[in-house]
């Protein structure tokens, strides 16, 4: 639904030409404004969708230029795609922004390594998780008070590291428990195996236990989402092109996954690589763990649990891949819970990728609502079903002294498994 124009897209680059054509599915009716969490904090126009594609679609046609306001105000976008949930023009916001990103984003070298070269290498990653936690367990009770202060902050924000042993990797087999059904891979991430392997784990036992084999497939990749997420489309693209390989088996039905951030990167891969059929087949195959278990997870039998439970809806679980009502169903299969619905549930929380580390005013000025909107209703456990949603929550909640602990949503149903 393209708005008439009389001025032609003036770039000859393809990626400026797409977003261009993109922006023009806008019709400036302002109806995403007030689910842009960026908005509702600042009041801003150039803080919402609408004024963003605005500006995008000046700057392309040459009415402006890339000034620091213009980036600014296209880097404070959290990405969570709240806006495109709600959009009547069916504005694809989120590529629209990865691709403006591409050409506003210079990363420094530090910023560049890190993403480029750590992230998505195994070894580089662990070493970077030892180093720290020896630094959390050693030398931070000496020397962390004469940090200076921005890394000081830098160190409050980082996560503590598990001991090696949980971060041990994942056998690239589990067989299915009882009569197998079928066939089904994982991926072990990036971040994940690092900070949460325990909730690969938790993962895998409800799979094996619903009657799947469960394949690691080996020469598999970090999805990517943060490369994306920082206008890196080149190793975005590139990291796919990886898992698409490694999870092209035949056998495999589905890829279930257990971040919202790193599904959604898989099942949108195809905007990245539209000419290769095998990340076609794995956009198709990608499916989140809630949707997969509500659907096939009919063995899975749970004990009673008396806890009071709320659940805060990850933006890329439930506006990238408009998942809203299986992560609830498959939470409530839990018998004797109490479940309390949290306002504001359907809000991002601030993390967004590194957003909190690149805003920590702004990340913290969104999550402050929401843990209000936690403390009403009572409950001693959230659950949430991303790893940067779990690590902005953590940091929130023990910033209030708050007593609630957060957990995703496999460890809590692994835990409640009938064995
Ligand atoms: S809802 Fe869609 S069409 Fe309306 S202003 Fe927002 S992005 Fe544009
Ligand atoms: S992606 Fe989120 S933060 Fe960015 S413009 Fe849309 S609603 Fe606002």
Redesign the pocket.
């Given at each position: 639904m393209a708005t008439p124009t009389s001025t032609p897209a003036p770039s000859a680059d393809p990626a400026a030409r797409l977003a261009y054509t993109q922006s023009l599915?806008?019709?400036?009716?302002?109806?995403?404004?007030q689910y842009c969490p960026t908005f509702r904090v600042t009041g801003d126009e150039s803080q919402n969708?609408?004024g963003r594609?605005y500006l995008m679609r000046a700057e392309l046609e040459g009415r402006i230029t890339k000034t620091p306001d213009f980036i600014e105000a296209m880097d404070a976008c959290l990405v969570c795609r709240a806006?495109?949930a709600?959009?009547?023009?069916g504005?694809r916001?989120g590529e629209l922004m990865a691709h403006t990103r591409a050409e506003t984003r210079a990363p420094g070298p530090i910023r560049r390594f890190l993403l480029r070269r750590v992230i998505p290498s195994r070894r580089l990653l662990g070493m970077l998780a030892s180093f720290t936690l020896l630094w959390q367990q050693v030398f931070r009770p000496v020397f962390g008070r004469f940090l200076p202060k921005s890394l000081r902050t830098l160190d409050g924000m980082a996560p503590e590291i598990p001991e090696a042993d949980a971060r041990r990797p994942l056998e690239p087999f589990h067989p299915a428990v009882g009569e197998r059904i079928g066939t089904v891979a994982v991926l072990e991430g990036c971040v994940m195996p690092v900070l949460f392997q325990d909730v690969n784990r938790a993962l895998i036992r409800l799979l094996t236990r619903a009657g799947f084999d469960v394949r690691v497939p080996e020469g598999q990749s970090c999805c990517g989402a943060l490369h994306e997420h920082d206008g890196d489309l080149e190793t975005a693209g590139a990291l796919a092109k990886v898992n698409a390989r490694a999870f092209g088996g035949s056998e495999i039905e589905c890829v279930v996954m257990n971040s919202a951030g790193c599904g959604a990167a898989m099942k949108g891969c195809g905007h990245l690589l539209p000419d290769d059929p095998a990340a076609a087949t794995l956009a198709r195959r990608t499916v989140d763990m809630s949707r997969f278990l509500v659907e096939r997870g009919e063995r899975l039998r749970f004990r009673d649990t008396r806890l009071k439970i709320t659940y805060d809806a990850p933006c890329h679980l439930l506006h990238a891949q408009g998942e809203a009502k299986a992560p609830l169903e498959l939470i409530k299969k839990v018998p004797g819970i109490d479940f309390v619905p949290m306002d504001l549930a359907d809000l991002c929380c601030g993390a967004a990728g590194i957003y909190n580390v690149d805003h920590p005013e702004m990340s913290d000025a969104i999550l402050d609502p929401k843990l209000d909107a936690l403390a009403k209703t009572g409950a001693s456990v959230l659950l949430t079903g991303n790893p940067g949603c779990m690590l902005q929550w953590k940091r929130g909640i023990e910033r209030r002294g708050m007593k609630v602990r957060v957990l995703h949503p496999a460890t809590f149903l692994a835990d409640a498994l009938v064995d």
């Open positions: 599915d806008c019709v400036h009716c302002g109806l995403c404004t969708p609408r594609i806006c495109e709600v959009c009547p023009s504005v916001f």
